[in-house]
């Protein structure tokens, strides 16, 4: 069984930083390209960021780029989202998730306030 | 980037009606397209996948069609669990983009 399950959520500072986690299980994790999606209270879903099985490619959404890095440990099957620089419009749900194949975590949340 | 426009962003039906919701991607995306169910505090769930693939385990009520620009879900006969907001998803390029999504209530 595909499990994901998130954690390093909780409250940030704005300007500050926090990394999110994701472990993996019930597949080959190396196999798979994996996501962040993120969706602000009350609203629709955003695609964050992805990343190839072997780390080769990584992608961003331009709200993002440049402040977020996404990577990951094939040894450990996790990935992770680094946020710096947060800004109070970061506040979201973060899911982690296998895209293409429909897979989701249940979600962390990171709350962006001083 | 892609633009995915979604319509409509809201409706109201009854259960026992026909349902038809519209994606609209501002380029093409061959069948790179899938469907996502969500309810309130849950997380989403994949409906359909390569724009008319039924996820296994979804009701037969529930289909997709379109390629290129223009998709449609389609719930067949409403039932009361389905009320919930809906998104689609071009993952054909980056960014990937979802649709603004169609909240469905009860009439």
């Known amino acids: 069984e595909v499990q994901l399950v998130e954690s390093g959520g909780g409250l940030g500072q704005p300007g500050g930083s926090l990394r999110l986690s994701c472990a993996a299980s019930g597949f080959s994790f190396s196999t798979y390209g994996m996501s962040w999606v993120r969706q602000a209270p009350g609203k629709g879903l955003e695609w964050v960021s992805t990343i190839n099985g072997n780390s080769d490619s990584t992608y961003y959404a331009d709200s993002v780029k440049g402040r977020f890095t996404i990577s990951r440990d094939n040894s450990k099957n996790t990935l992770y989202l680094q946020m710096d620089s947060l800004r109070a419009e970061d506040t979201a749900v973060y899911y982690c998730a296998r895209l293409t194949a429909g897979y989701w975590g249940q979600g962390s949340l990171v709350t962006v306030s001083s | 980037d892609i633009q995915m426009t979604q319509s409509p962003s809201a409706m109201s039906a009854s259960v026992g009606d026909r349902v038809t919701i519209t994606c609209r991607a501002s380029?093409?995306?061959?069948?790179?397209l899938a469907w996502f169910q969500q309810k309130p505090g849950k997380v989403p769930k994949r409906l359909i996948y390569?724009?008319?693939s039924l996820q296994s385990g979804v009701p037969s009520r529930f289909s997709g069609s379109g390629s290129g620009t223009e998709f449609t879900l389609t719930i067949s006969s409403l039932q009361p669990e389905d009320f919930a907001t809906y998104y689609c998803?071009?993952?054909?390029?980056?960014?990937?983009?979802f649709g603004q999504g169609t909240k469905l209530e009860i009439k």
């Open positions: 998803l071009q993952h054909n390029s980056y960014p990937y983009t």
């Open positions: 390569t724009a008319s």
């Open positions: 380029q093409g995306i061959a069948n790179s």
